[in-house]
């Protein structure tokens, strides 16, 4: 396994193809650095011995040891300690650990490249082509990034109506030796930093969408790509500095007459597995938001509680009961996760099939609960940050600059004019709003919120997923029974309870 400074190293090797505001950047610049330090600690925490069973994991293909971050889930044991590895590392960065996107990519596309190759049996070698990209993956502990969201144009038009074919990513050219892709990916976290960037598609296809069933992997600096990034940094601090600084970066990434030889590709043409492939990162990835928002929770609730203390009103009712909320937001989204760890099984629910075998036998999170957690706790972000916001009062939005509190004429006034509950210092009391405002008042806390919203697919998209997989029909013939309805029937849904094999 690798270090922090290893993976540092590799990417200051990597050829200049990120635009930041204008200028070619490199993927070391200072600028980056919050970023590199976050995804940083996903090394050095699995340093750590007490962390091994957590963060490490025993390749199913080498049986080496590897990050877990690398690993394909073997058991339902596996997709536990992924959700609990992740919960534990965003607590200790503030935030998002942003390592996620290549394990939930690489687990997608292990399951979905092993189907699609027996669609012409013997004539595709997806599934081995993924295998040896992942055995390197694994060996060499490299981040990968997954490029899904295309730019999608007009959203009422499949990809093959698009007047631009390249809303979505798509196969231009087929060649002996491999395929030429064009198209741009959209707000992808992390490619800035990344080693390998996985692309799969966005959305389910149609048989006249062949050329948009396209996923394969190249490296984040491979000929053809060009990144133009936005990097979201926290206004720096230079006398009061924060205990750790989150960083984050999401790019567009454009693809133009980019060439991906066939061992790097993992699906091209066939539309059905495309669409599998789409539901399935998004499937794995909302499984890790089952890690991630509630270490958020853990954080937003210190922060509320903090918030309360310092205004001395952390026994009011109101305030009781807004931490209440918090807590319950956190745990369900927590026990979503939990369930469908639980509940994983080498099986995909495929709409008019019910839950069916999928893959080679690795280990995929229940669906419906992984959209239930998704869903509550992304569309709780607004909700969490008004009762911070309610919580603190208006003093984040106005709090004064650091040199005001440096300067004789004003620093002891404002101090002293800080100080609000006699039992927290003004100092700590003047950190907390200052964090707070990184938080509620920054375009990093904004960007933080719409990626909590949006990230993973938006609401509406675990809606669809959770209506159109849940078991309602059996609900109103439970119903029809109890009501005295024609049509009832009363064990209706007893034999539908997702047991635990
Ligand atoms: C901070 C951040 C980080 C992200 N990181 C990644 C990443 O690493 N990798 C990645 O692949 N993606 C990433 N995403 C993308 C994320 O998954 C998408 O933002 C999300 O799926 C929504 O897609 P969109 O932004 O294109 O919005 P749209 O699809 O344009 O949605 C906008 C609105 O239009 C509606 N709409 C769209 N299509 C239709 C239709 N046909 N009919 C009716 N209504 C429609 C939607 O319901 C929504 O209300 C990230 C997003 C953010 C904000």
């Known amino acids: 396994m690798r270090t922090k400074q290893d993976y540092i190293n590799g990417l200051s090797k990597m050829k200049r193809n990120v635009y930041f505001d204008g200028q070619l950047i490199d993927r070391t610049d200072e600028l980056q650095m919050d970023c590199l330090n976050t995804i940083g600690l996903t090394y050095d925490e699995a340093e750590k011995p007490e962390n091994a069973d957590l963060m490490t994991a025993v390749s199913h293909l080498t049986g080496e040891r590897i990050n877990r971050f690398t690993h394909i889930h073997q058991s339902t044991d596996d997709l536990h300690k992924k959700q609990d590895m992740t919960r534990m590392l965003c607590q200790k960065v503030g935030g998002c650990i942003q390592r996620c996107m290549g394990i939930d990519a690489s687990n997608a596309i292990y399951n979905v490249s092993y189907e699609a190759d027996k669609i012409k049996p013997g004539e595709t070698s997806y599934h081995e082509n993924f295998k040896k990209w992942l055995i390197r993956f694994q060996k060499e502990d490299l981040i990968g990034c997954c490029a899904q969201t295309d730019v999608k144009g007009d959203r009422m038009l499949r990809p093959f109506q698009q007047p631009n074919p390249g809303s979505y990513l798509r196969i231009k050219e087929r060649l002996k030796d491999g395929i030429v892709v064009e198209g741009c990916k959209v707000h992808i976290s992390e490619a800035s930093v990344a080693d390998e960037v996985l692309v799969t598609p966005t959305r389910a296809l149609l048989k ?35 205990g750790v600084t989150q960083g984050a970066t999401d790019s ?26 789409a539901l399935l990162f998004a499937l794995f990835h909302r499984h890790s938001y089952s890690g991630c ?11 509320a509680a903090l918030a309360a203390e310092a205004n001395n009103i952390h026994k009011a009712e109101h305030v009781r009961a807004k931490l209440a909320e918090l807590i319950m937001t956190t745990e369900l989204g927590y026990a979503a996760g939990y369930t469908a760890s639980d509940l994983g099984k080498p099986e995909l629910y495929i709409p008019g099939h019910g839950f069916v075998p999928f893959g080679p036998g690795s280990f995929i999170p229940h669906s419906i609960y992984c ?27 106005t709090f004064p600059h650091e040199k005001d509190f440096l300067n004789p004429d ?87 309870i997702p047991a635990k094999k």
């Open 208 to 242: 006249d969408d062949k050329d948009w069933a396209v996923s394969f992997a190249v490296p984040g600096d491979w000929e053809g790509l060009k990144q133009v990034v936005t990097i979201h940094n926290l206004r720096p601090r230079e006398h009061f500095k924060r």
């Open 252 to 277: 567009y990434m454009i693809f133009e007459n980019c060439f991906v030889p066939w061992e790097r590709v993992f699906l091209a043409g066939e539309t059905m597995l495309g669409g599998a492939m």
């Open 293 to 303: 928002k509630p270490a958020i929770g853990d954080l937003i609730l210190g922060t």
């Open 371 to 397: 959209n239930v957690g998704r869903c509550l706790t992304g569309e709780a972000v607004w909700r969490e940050a008004e009762i911070v916001c309610d919580i603190a009062g208006g003093v984040p939005a």
């Open 410 to 496: 004003t620093g002891e006034q404002l101090l002293k004019y800080t100080k609000r509950s006699p039992k927290m210092s003004a100092e700590d009391q003047a950190q907390l709003w200052r964090m707070i405002g990184d938080s509620l008042c920054s375009a990093s806390g904004g960007i933080a919120k719409v990626g909590g919203y949006h990230g993973g697919g938006s609401p509406i998209m675990e809606q669809i997923a959770i209506t159109t997989q849940y078991d309602i029909e059996s609900r109103k013939k439970l119903v029809r029974y109890i009501a005295g309805m024609s049509g009832g029937d009363r064990e209706a849904l007893s034999r539908n």
